[in-house]
């Protein structure tokens, strides 16, 4: 081994080339050893894990971390008694533009229980694989939610506390229901319609308004309005906030969106004498803040 090294010596353009050939395999090694795989794992379901609705839902949704491959990405839905009660529909949502939403339908006709949703993912980027399950209950909640309301999922990402626009109303006790709407388009849901808009698409501290209208098309005064705001590209926290009426059925708050790309903003209108509604919008922001 001496020999070799005392060898190279003599010879500068050997040892030069040694070293060349020596730094490339280590920067390979490095890239290697440092490469991350990532995965689409679950995010939130509705139904939501371990809700409890009144009635059966006619699918089963889920949302992802990460863009979805059509190829091997499936829910399915087994009921109490171990069988499987999905149409065997599953599919990757492709409206969706960023392939991360899931869907199965389920048969009619289930009764109450526990039901089991497994769940695997298959990433479009690297084409990792990730599965699990989580389950949800049918028969209704403990505390009923007002006649006509909705079946009901709970929303995870929503503060418990509540400023108020007008007085603070006080959502009857029993989940909330969610649904996902798309940013800027009126979301119909528990008898009245939410819109969201921003007032500007780029990076940085951003103004959120909510407008709220009854069936009628008459604004909504008597509700408390509050969001929060997700990056779903990158780990950033959540950042949350109450907003303020600044007009007839017009919620209006300030929320930091530091970063370009695609945002979750959730935003929870709680009413007296009505159960909390969640609405979940997608937001893609452009420049670095």
């Not at 300030?254 to 209108?269: A, F, L, R």
Request: some cysteine.
């Amino acid at each position: 081994m001496y020999d070799r090294f005392a060898n190279l010596h003599r010879h500068p353009g050997r040892l030069a080339l040694a070293v060349s050939l020596l730094f490339v395999l280590l920067i390979a090694g490095w890239g290697k050893t440092t490469q991350v795989r990532a995965h689409a794992e679950f995010d939130h379901s509705n139904p939501a894990p371990t809700a409890t609705v009144p009635t059966a839902p006619a699918i089963v949704e889920a949302w992802f971390t990460e863009d979805l491959d059509s190829n091997g990405t499936m829910l399915a839905v087994f009921g109490p008694d171990g069988a499987q009660v999905d149409t065997g529909d599953s599919a990757v949502d492709l409206n969706d533009p960023l392939r991360r939403h899931a869907t199965v339908s389920l048969k009619e006709g289930l009764g109450p229980g526990v039901y089991t949703v497994k769940w695997t993912s298959v990433s479009s980027i690297d084409g990792d694989t990730a599965n699990g399950s989580f389950t949800f209950t049918i028969g209704g909640s403990e505390t009923p939610c007002p006649s006509g309301t909705p079946g009901a999922t709970p929303s995870p990402a929503m503060p418990a506390t509540a400023t108020p626009g007008t007085g603070t109303p006080t959502a009857v006790s029993c989940d909330p229901i969610t649904v996902d709407a798309g940013f800027g388009t009126p979301a119909a849901v528990a008898g009245m319609t939410v819109t969201l808009t921003v007032d500007n698409t780029s990076a940085g501290p951003r103004t959120l308004t909510v407008t709220l209208a009854d069936g009628s098309g008459a604004p909504i005064s008597d509700a408390t309005v509050e969001y929060s705001a997700q990056s779903l590209d990158m780990n950033m926290g959540i950042a949350q906030g109450s907003a303020t009426m600044t007009g007839p059925g017009q919620y209006s708050g300030t929320v930091n969106m530091g970063m370009g790309g695609n945002w979750q903003v959730d935003v929870s209108v709680t009413r007296s004498g009505q159960p909390e509604v969640v609405i979940h919008y997608a937001v893609v922001l452009t420049g670095t803040g």
